[in-house]
């Protein structure tokens, strides 16, 4: 089937306009390593004290829920 050349022109300029995906945040590799399996990186951030959090629609831990690790420490990066 051929398509008319309209046709074809507005796809491309439509195509054109889609939002290119933000970019994943910086996630320190022990960060990486904490956090649970199949984890959305793009709702992983670093709070101002270093520490991880996961943004979180869960109504049992409001809104985000603290990253950590194994033992139960929070996993934070130096600032």
């Known amino acids: 089937m051929i398509r008319p050349?309209?046709?074809?022109?507005a796809l491309v300029a439509l195509a054109a306009c889609a939002p290119e995906p933000e970019p994943l945040?910086?996630?320190s590799?022990?960060?990486?390593?904490?956090l649970p399996p199949r984890t959305?990186?793009?709702?992983?951030?670093?709070?101002?004290?270093?520490c991880y959090v996961i943004?979180?629609?869960?109504?049992?831990t409001g809104y985000l829920k603290q990253v950590?690790?194994?033992n139960g420490?929070?996993?934070c990066d130096d600032v």
């Open 5 to 9: 050349a309209g046709k074809t022109l």
């Open 25 to 27: 945040p910086y996630i």
């Open 29 to 34: 590799e022990k960060a990486l390593a904490a």
């Open 40 to 50: 959305d990186l793009r709702t992983v951030q670093r709070r101002y004290n270093g």
């Open 55 to 60: 943004q979180t629609e869960d109504e049992l």
């Open 68 to 70: 950590t690790d194994a």
């Open 73 to 75: 420490n929070l996993v």
